[in-house]
């Protein structure tokens, strides 16, 4: 039934919103890498954009590869638990090594402050300039890899929903109102988050923390994963 079909699809979206709010590692982590990294807002929401394509794509092609090969529905779980476990230790113990990194590069760069040693933007051409450090560019690809690792768990059930009449085309837009609601929502989130920071000036005082704050974050969100189930 087509009345069916929209109740599903609406219930489905539902289901991607909540999803995407309750899971803070859906945006914070992005928040704090595109303010310690100085993205500009477009190129902050087509990061947003990728990582949440690359979210949804991992879990639908490994449910169409397990449905297409006739697995048990025990080892597709299996499956997305082991791409959770991994993910979570990826995303955990990349945290930490940031965050210790993060804290030494603040340390660096306070005692260079203090031997009147800062760089300023008037006296120096811009190649002269620090350049940004190696490992706070590995930070985007770390986060695109943790995202199409992550199973997105409620995607996997909306994939065999849909009317029995036309089944392929109800489970398209089923799955298409939750993969849709679910970048929307993560978009908006970061955008939030990200607006909303500027607004406190309060938080320039701890600029040189930030690489080490998104180590935090990232080291936090790894271990909701890993140990809460988040």
Known sequence: MVNDTFII???????????????????????????TNGWSAPKTASYV???????VFGTLLVGSLVFLLGLAFFNLETVQSLRAN?????????????FIWGMNWAIRERRIVKGGKKYDDQRISPIDKPRTPNI??????ALFLFFILGPCEPLL???????ESTEFYSSLLVVTAF????????????MFFYYG????SFFLKFENYMHAA?????????????FFGL
């Open 9 to 35: 699809a609406g219930s489905a979206a539902s289901i991607g919103f909540v999803h995407t709010i309750l899971g803070p590692d859906h945006y914070l982590p992005l928040v704090a890498m595109a303010k």
């Open 49 to 55: 954009a990728v990582c949440g394509i690359s979210h």
């Open 86 to 98: 991994f993910a979570g230790w990826f995303l955990l113990i990349f945290g930490a090594i940031y």
């Open 136 to 141: 706070a560019r590995c930070t985007p690809f």
């Open 157 to 163: 059930p909306l994939m065999s929903l849909g009317s």
């Open 179 to 190: 993969c849709g609601t679910t970048i929307l929502t993560m978009l908006i989130c970061v």
């Open 197 to 200: 920071f500027s607004r406190f």
């Open 214 to 226: 998104t180590g935090l974050i990232l080291f936090l969100c790894g271990s909701s994963i890993q």
